[in-house]
């Protein structure tokens, strides 16, 4: 597999307070910054490697010029990179000192196996370590992010955080268990909104991915079916659809219903943020979100367009996806990072919708425990993962959307082949709704899916399945008042 981090650290310097691009229309500067490169690089390696010992001096600026055939001016650009990083120190008058190794510091990061991959986190990680070698970066995996903020074990540094997580974590009064942070330059204010408490930022987002649907051009090219654009209906998706699936194995569309980041969607096309503080006193609302769950157990009940496929988890969608044997699904940025070794021709195209133009944004972060040991290294760490030169990376090697704004308008070119209409995202910015929106809680999350469960096996109708969740969203808000 191609190291992404070391080629790319190899076009981009980077410190913590700026990267010099390459421009490539500029042969001169292009090679100025290679060499400004291998001066970095080659002296980092000698003072890492001890060349030069620690209180020693490097060559007077005059032989290190004619090394690197390098001007004064840039020479000292380089030498700025490497006292910021702490390698040097400038004695006027006197020469470039040798800082001596700061002591090693291990920092302990608490990651799902998932945001490893959707972020290309061992790449970043390994980044890092190259800039910062006194700091080593330990992954911790881990599959709830509650259990390391209120345990009595070794306390994690950092943990990883989607907005999901996060409302737990005030749920359950834990917030103040996280580190304020400060405000980043680059990360699109609506990424931050969500990860606010009070008007502190408590997670700094790192990536975000939207749901879309996800099809088979192959399919509909060989069934004659237009492909999907962001006027479809979910009603124009099931007469389509329909047409896609062959009757030997192949169906139109298929989703994990059950996922928390699925069945959702049905409900924020229902109604606004402002709707769902009081759902029981919105009549219109009501009435949307009755038929939207018809529209949901339609789909699922329909075998001429869904197949009866119990999946336990978005990846099994995913591999009926990718063995051809379902045309279209619904997916999100990050999930299509399966897809980037596949031989397969798709496209994506915003999420159907009957009212409400709404889709779920699934965002990915990380904070900072108070309990932390190593809160400076913590907080460096994190500035790195959401400065400019890792947000490039990430939107290098995979297809998670990176939160540095700037690389939205202008995006680096990508070492993986990404569909056609990647930057969809950027037209449907306006849909985007968080878990925020309907303030679940886990608990209430598991007592409507259990709702939903019975709602699709017809054991309720759609009148009963909406007063039950209004009981169960108000019994959640004031849990003091119970049931009426």
């Known amino acids: ?118 972020l290309r986190m061992r790449d970043l990680i390994d980044a890092f370590h190259l800039l910062h070698p006194h700091i080593h970066v330990e992954v911790v995996p881990y599959t709830s992010v509650i259990p390391e903020l209120i345990g009595d074990g ?59 649907l996800c099809y088979n051009k192959a399919h509909f090219a060989e069934s004659g079916v237009p492909e999907p654009d962001g006027s479809w209906s979910w009603d124009e998706l099931a007469i389509h659809a329909t047409a896609l699936s062959d009757r030997g194995g192949r169906y139109g569309f298929g989703f994990h219903a059950i996922s928390e980041n699925r069945w959702p969607i049905f409900m924020l096309q229902s109604g606004r943020r402002d709707e769902w503080e009081a759902p029981w006193e919105n009549e219109s609302l009501r009435r949307k979100l009755k038929q939207n769950m018809q529209i949901c157990k339609d789909i699922l009940h329909n075998r001429a367009m869904s197949p009866l496929f119990l999946s336990e988890n978005d990846r099994e969608i995913t591999k009926l996806f990718l063995d051809g ?35 779920l944004l ?18 460096l760490f994190l500035r790195y993962l959401a400065s400019r030169h890792a947000q490039e990376l990430i939107q290098v090697s995979t297809f998670t959307i990176p939160s540095y704004r700037p690389l939205w308008e202008n995006p680096v070119a990508s070492t993986v082949k990404k569909p056609g ?9 306006f849909t985007f709704r968080t878990h925020k929106d309907l303030q679940f809680s886990d608990a209430l999350r598991l007592k409507l899916v259990y709702l939903l469960k019975e709602y699709w096996a017809n054991l309720i109708g759609e009148d009963v399945l909406c007063d039950r969740m209004f009981q169960h969203i108000r019994e959640d808000r004031f849990p003091q008042q119970g049931p009426d």
């Open 362 to 379: 699934v965002s990915i972060g990380a904070c900072i425990s108070k309990r932390s040991l190593h809160k400076e290294e913590a907080h």
């Open 154 to 212: 070794e306390p994690l540094d950092l943990l990883s955080a989607n907005v999901y997580q996060f409302l737990e974590i005030v749920r359950q009064g834990l917030a103040v268990q996280l580190e304020e942070l400060p405000e980043p330059e680059g990360t699109h204010p609506f990424l931050l909104e969500p990860f606010r408490q009070e008007g502190k930022l408590l997670v700094q987002p790192l990536g975000a991915a939207p749901i879309v």
């Open 1 to 118: 597999m191609v190291n992404f981090t070391l080629m790319y650290i190899k076009l981009n310097l980077y410190t913590s307070e700026e990267v010099w691009p390459i421009h490539k229309n500029r042969p001169s500067k292009q090679q100025h910054q290679e060499q400004l490169n291998v001066l970095v690089t080659t002296l980092r390696q000698e003072i890492t490697e001890g060349v030069y010992p620690p209180e020693s001096y490097l060559p007077s600026e005059i032989e290190l010029s004619k090394r690197f055939s390098l001007s004064n001016k840039s020479l000292r650009k380089g030498l700025e990179v490497l006292e910021k990083e702490g390698y040097i120190r400038k004695i006027p008058r006197v020469g470039n000192q040798i800082v001596p190794p700061r002591p090693r510091v291990v920092i302990r990061f608490g990651c799902s196996q998932t945001i490893m991959r959707d």
């Open 421 to 429: 209409r990647y930057g969809l995202f950027r037209e449907i910015l």
């Open 325 to 359: 044997k379902l045309s279209i699904i619904l997916t999100n940025y990050a999930h299509m990072n399966d897809f980037i070794n596949a031989d397969l021709d798709y496209d994506i195209s915003p999420v159907p919708t009957q009212h409400d133009p709404a889709t």
